[in-house]
């Protein structure tokens, strides 16, 4: 395999869950950067701000006032992508001209009442509380919908517009195309080895180390060795799991634990809150959850666009858009550099 | 097929040349934006600026002093992501582990001496120049490389870090991720419908018109079915033609005029130079040129990411990262806007 410290010539890698390469070019990173400076976050967010739709109390765009909310809370996105009762296109009169029907719900889950918190600076009961309202979504639109998507936006910088803590969710008539390459991979690859792909892969990363960013009894933080993103991760179990709904108590005792963890080293990276996108990708519901979805592994993605530091972001363009991606640090250099951080966020430390 | 004027509802669009598909939700165009604002790319750019390495007579960073050029001037970039010379990775110990070789050469090719001009600015016969340069760069590269990928990256926002206008050339040993899910699509179509994919579209599109940007007797322009970008385009020839080196001078010509409308028309949307990564796919070269590549169509893809004005973009995060991409308004809504621009460019007219 190819040698962790093989930093100067690139060469391409296998992303198994997408079946798609990426291209390793570690030696980019000496080039100097005259491009575009980030802004960074904003720093001082009002703990209470009465005119954020976000914060207990406020009013909405639809006229709703939110309750004075003490822990989470839950309501459906006012400009929703995805709504109940969208008419069906029908099915296209050319093969070149196809649509399909698309209905869902879209939610936003409010992750704590303050505006000037962020996950990393959470308790972890709090965490665990996120967690379990994860859960129960999965239990509450799982029946109805094929495939229910959790995911957060945290940063001006991932086109999130609001600084109040919050993820969305967007379930779905259909099979989106990442989960759904997700399930076709994860399925031959069952078929193939007789083995869950991802429980196969934690297991290895476990043992090869040079991956993994941070670990406990009943997860693991990796660096995938296909990663495309600087300082992408991925979030596994150890035990295979289907869906956040068959976490047990400890498991998730665990992941609020684990999650405290990896958030508090991202911070930590470039001392600013670390923008991201991350979002759970389950077994597939609905139909499926009468099927034998054995091939499949619950698992995380973490995609933050910092490279340099705090405003020197990778650019996902040009030739990553038209040809493929390409990274300029190895998965094992971000790794190591993710792992050697303090495990005490920046914040806390300075009290 | 969904009517153009399905503008309230969501549905999904398949996208024939990657096999995936892309959401619709023009209804989320009336949410407000209080996300991150772009800053205006810089008006003042200096024509001539000698420390810029790109400007004519300037010494770039391997210590090369570039020539006093009039016209475009092509140079090795001198930080690579792909090097001629890279040794082999080896097959990998496990199949979750793969990696394999990656070859290459990276170019830089600037457009014009000038660093305050850009492509819809310049002449017919200068854009012409560009044209040619670009085709023997096909013939160049091509009977080494599988994959020569020719791109711009335009503005800042695109990751773009010299104002100088110019262009990149990557050639890669391999056939990345992208032009290979091209070929086996059109391949497939080709097999199953016995026409060429890209020359059967072009022809429906000009007679249902609603996508249409801008036409002449050799190109089309228009808002592809299933764009995913909010103003991304295609631009296509009416004639079956492979490769960028197999273009008549006629249809050169009609290029660099077709090339101009488009992108007058873009900086005229927002009267802002308009930021884009572009890109060529014409049939791959290499081993595949003694190959019958028939079922290929040559085409350039425009990936502008602006949305609502010259500052605010459309973010691809979260949702479309994790599930599938969504576009906020239909794609015959943006080539309607396209389509009603002025040809003439919006700083000539000011003249
Ligand atoms: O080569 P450049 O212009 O320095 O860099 C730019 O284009 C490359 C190819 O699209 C990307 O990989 C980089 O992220 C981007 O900043
Ligand atoms: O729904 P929001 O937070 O307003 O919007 C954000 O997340 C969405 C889902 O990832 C994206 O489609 C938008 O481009 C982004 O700005």
Redesign the interface.
């Known amino acids: ?3 962790p410290g ?1 930093t100067d ?6 992303n ?1 869950l997408r079946g ?2 990426i ?1 390793v ?1 570690a ?2 990173m ?7 400076i980030e802004r960074p976050p904003e720093e001082n967010v009002p703990r209470h701000e009465p005119t954020n739709p976000l914060c207990p109390g406020s009013r909405r ?1 639809n006229g709703e006032v939110n309750p004075k909310y003490e822990s989470t809370f839950m309501f459906d996105n ?2 929703p ?3 109940p ?3 069906d ?2 099915p ?11 209905k869902g719900v879209c939610k936003v889950m409010c992750f704590h009442p303050w505006s000037d918190i962020t996950l990393p600076l959470m308790q972890l009961s709090e965490i665990k509380t996120v967690i379990d309202r994860w859960a129960e979504l999965i239990e509450e639109l799982g029946p109805k919908y094929p ?1 229910v ?1 959790i ?3 945290k940063g ?7 600084p109040h803590p919050h993820c ?1 969710v ?1 379930a ?1 008539s ?1 099979l ?4 759904d390459l997700a399930d076709g991979h994860q399925r031959a ?1 069952w078929k193939t ?1 007789g083995e869950v ?1 991802l429980v ?2 934690a297991r ?1 990363e476990a043992v090869r180390k040079e991956r993994v960013v941070v670990e406990n009894e009943h997860w693991l933080v990796v660096v995938p ?1 296909w990663a495309s993103w600087p300082f992408q991760t991925m979030l596994l179990p150890r035990r295979h799991v289907l869906r956040l709904s068959d976490l047990t108590a400890q498991e998730r005792e665990a992941l609020a634990s684990i999650m405290k963890m990896l958030l508090t080293k991202y911070d930590n990276l470039f001392e600013v809150s670390f923008p991201y ?1 991350m ?1 759970w ?1 389950g077994a597939p519901t609905g139909p499926y959850l009468q099927e034998d979805m054995s091939h499949w592994q619950l698992h995380a ?1 973490y ?1 933050p666009p910092l490279l340099r530091s705090a405003s020197v972001r990778k ?1 996902m ?3 990553e ?6 990274r300029d640090l190895t998965p094992e250099q971000a790794a190591e550099r993710l792992r050697n951080l303090p495990e005490v966020h920046y914040k806390d430390k300075a009290k």
């Open positions: 395999i190819v040698s093989e010539h690139q060469h391409l890698r296998f198994p798609s390469w291209l070019s030696h980019r000496k080039r100097p950067w005259q491009g575009q765009a006012d400009y992508a995805l709504q009762d969208a008419p296109p029908g296209g009169d050319h093969p070149l001209f196809q649509a399909k029907a698309a495939w998507q995911f957060e936006n001006a910088m991932m086109g999130c517009s609001n969305q967007w779905s259909f989106p195309n990442e989960p690859h080895h792909m196969e892969y290895q060795y996108s979002g990708h993605h995609y650019f363009v040009g030739y858009m038209l040809a493929l991606e390409q």
